[in-house]
């Protein structure tokens, strides 16, 4: 914990710690949309069948040209049960007996019908060109779709899980980068992928990364400031990922088509990986892992960039070596997952923060990666949702300031699961009232991920944070991908998915009042230094409970 007394000598937030934060912001800004890229990549447009009286420019229908397209249409394609033209099949042959019935609508069920033999005409008006249209992702290949928005999150759980470990290795500056350059190569690949497989291996690929560059970012900002400056660091990292949202709603209804859309998010990305060789690696991360030197040196770079040059020459080993004894100590052994739950109360606390992040994930994306089940305008509501969470952001940031971690927590997690079961009880043809309960439910999410990022990299120490970042991330992208997976319930009960974010988030708000507050206090840097907190805190309870008998 005394590194904190290192990082108050060289400045706690001067100008090398803002530097790194705009970089690492801007970062999260660009990288954040390419988990929402397929709302627009991926849309699902309206379709039909192919039909040949109406689509073959060689031949026309009739050699008058008298009939118009509706009428053709209407003897070539039967209606649903909702009186529109059927999606997945058409008539076998025209049947012209149908232009005789004076608007009336008669039944449909003894014409012979047949498949899309011929593919599909899709509706361009709202977009030029998806993955959809193009590998004719619909009918019977709907579900394919969901297996490349799968697929992705997959790819982020796995990542979590090897480049968590990696980083606790090898160094949060480095995997970063490496992640960056993964990104950029894999989804600048998928916008010329020549089969749909392609495409879902490189989004894979991509999903394997993209958490981890996240993740990274998040401990950089978390190890290079003092306690009392975290979470606005925490929230500046949100609020960039939220105008990513923002810039993703304005770009794709902007660009249309998906590859080009696609390439505009990936291409920059080689600059920001070209960019980051000027990051500095995380001092505390050095000198934990038994590099002082090389922290030193970290640290005497951020002292002469802070203007404190004096302070900056006084850092000698000696005095990293006296402050940070223990923590040296400690470092004599690699840490392993394991570790995490070797001792009772980080075990505690990661299953906890566990279940809780597994929660909130699954409703935050169930709402976010749905856009077209609350309507048509997906370019309004993608901007709605990144634009609602920029106060909600700051919202939480005061929460967390004032009513403290605990407290914010819970409140917002109770929120989040009101608002999703209301949600179940909004009528389907009041669509402003369900994308209002939505937006209200992002916001509150918003909040609730905040928090449950800032309280996790506080009650987690130093050698082992981004490993258990990662293993917090699996259960995180088990809910993401979950979410849409559920959806598949509403064949059951349209409210079924609903109910289970709902009543998710509700058992996660009563789970975290068992965590220890953090607010205000210095990061632990070894797992010694959790179970020292819990005894001093269970000591002081005890003491607590010991005056109030003798004064009764």
């Not at 004076?102 to 977009?127: A, H, I, K, R």
């Not at 992640?179 to 690949?189: N, R, V």
């Not at 349209?494 to 607010?519: D, F, K």
Request: include cysteine.
């Amino acid at each position: 914990m005394a590194f904190q007394d290192l990082l108050d000598q060289v400045g706690g937030l001067g100008r090398f710690q803002i530097l790194q934060m705009v970089f690492l912001c801007i970062s999260s800004l660009i990288v954040y949309p390419h988990i929402l890229l397929e709302n627009f990549t991926a849309a699902v447009p309206g379709h039909r069948c192919w039909v040949h009286i109406l689509d073959n420019d060689t031949d026309s229908a009739n050699g008058t040209g008298t009939l118009s397209q509706d009428t053709l249409l209407r003897i070539s394609i039967p209606l649903d049960s909702n009186l529109r033209p059927e999606k997945c099949r058409r008539f076998l042959l025209p049947q012209w007996q149908l232009l005789h019935l004076n608007g009336t609508f008669p039944d449909m069920s003894d014409l012979d019908t047949e498949p899309c033999v011929d593919g599909w005409v899709y509706d361009q008006s709202s977009f030029s060109s998806t993955v959809v249209t193009e590998w004719d992702l619909v009918c019977e290949s709907q579900s394919l779709k969901s297996m490349a928005k799968f697929l992705f999150m997959a790819g982020m759980l796995v990542g979590s899980i090897i480049y968590g470990h990696l980083s606790d290795r090898f160094g949060r500056r480095f995997m970063l980068r490496w992640c960056l350059l993964q990104l950029a190569i894999t989804d600048t690949c998928a916008a010329f992928a020549p089969t749909f497989l392609i495409y879902c291996s490189l989004r894979f690929l991509a999903g394997f990364s993209t958490m981890s560059v996240l993740t990274n970012i998040s401990v950089l900002i978390v190890e290079w400031t003092v306690p009392r400056f975290q979470v606005m660091g925490m929230t500046m990292s949100i609020c960039a990922a939220c105008m990513g949202q923002i810039t993703l709603g304005g770009l794709a209804f902007a660009i249309r088509d998906w590859h080009t859309l696609q390439l505009v998010f990936s291409v920059p990305l080689f600059v920001f990986f070209l960019s980051s060789r000027w990051l500095a690696e995380s001092a505390r991360w050095l000198i934990i892992t038994n590099k002082p030197e090389e922290g030193l040196k970290e640290l005497r770079k951020a002292a002469h960039r802070n203007g404190r040059k004096n302070a900056g020459d006084a850092l000698t080993m000696e005095v990293v070596r006296s402050i940070l004894q223990e923590e040296l100590e400690a470092a004599q052994t690699k840490p392993s997952v394991f570790d995490l739950f070797r001792t009772p109360s980080l075990r505690k606390s990661i299953c906890l923060l566990s279940f809780v992040r597994f929660a909130n994930f699954m409703s935050y994306f169930g709402l976010i990666l749905h856009l077209q089940y609350m309507g048509s305008n997906v370019f309004l509501f993608q901007v709605l949702f990144g634009a609602v969470n920029l106060p909600a952001n700051y919202v939480a940031f005061l929460a967390l300031n004032h009513l403290g971690r605990q407290v914010s927590q819970t409140l917002f997690m109770f929120l989040l699961g009101v608002s999703i079961l209301a949600i179940t009880f909004a009528p389907q043809e009041i669509q402003t009232l369900r994308v209002a309960l939505s937006t209200l439910g992002i916001a509150v999410s918003s909040m609730a991920l905040m928090c449950t990022f800032v309280h996790g990299n506080e009650l987690v120490p130093t050698i082992i944070r981004v490993t258990a970042s990662g293993f917090m991330g699996i259960a995180s992208n088990i809910g993401a991908a979950l979410a849409p997976l559920l959806m598949i319930l509403t064949v059951y009960s349209p409210h079924l998915p609903w109910i289970i974010y709902g009543v998710c988030s509700v058992l996660a708000g009563l789970a975290v009042p068992l965590l220890p507050e953090t607010r205000n206090k210095p990061l632990p840097d070894s797992i010694q230094d959790v179970e020292k907190e819990r005894r001093g805190s269970r000591k002081a309870k005890q003491e607590d409970t010991s005056m109030k008998v003798t004064q009764f």
